[in-house]
């Protein structure tokens, strides 16, 4: 079972940045591929990044491309999102997730285990 615990969101303005941090317990890290997601209220999560479990690949959403970046430190069982250039339609509860299957990274559906989430809200 695995355990993952989202930080770093906050209130920022316009053109700011944050970096979310996602640590995680109770498994082999570098098994797992690890995907950041995004939702609003009464609205599906949607996809942002992911990455493989060596770190070797990544995928970003185009809405976030040239701004946010995803990486990974498996010496320390965590996983970031460092975003620059926010934008007020970032805003939302941001979760991460992880999945040890060959899947497609991008479908919320195909991971198994989730963070609690936390907020990031863009102000203008």
């Known amino acids: 079972q695995v355990q993952l615990v989202e930080s770093g969101g906050g209130l920022v303005q316009t053109g700011g940045s944050l970096r979310l941090s996602c640590a995680a317990s109770g498994g082999a890290f570098s098994n797992y591929h690890m995907g950041w997601f995004r939702q609003l209220p009464g609205k599906e999560r949607d996809f942002v990044a992911a990455i493989l479990g060596s770190g070797a690949s990544t995928w970003l959403a185009d809405s976030v491309k040239g701004r946010f970046t995803i990486s990974r430190d498996n010496a320390e069982n965590t996983v970031y999102l460092q975003m620059q250039s926010l934008k007020s339609e970032d805003t939302a509860v941001y979760y991460c997730?992880?999945?040890?299957?060959?899947?497609?990274?991008?479908?919320?559906?195909?991971?198994?285990?989730w963070g609690q989430g936390t907020q990031v809200t863009v102000s203008s």
């Open positions: 997730a992880a999945t040890a299957k060959p899947a497609n990274l991008r479908a919320y559906r195909m991971y198994d285990y």
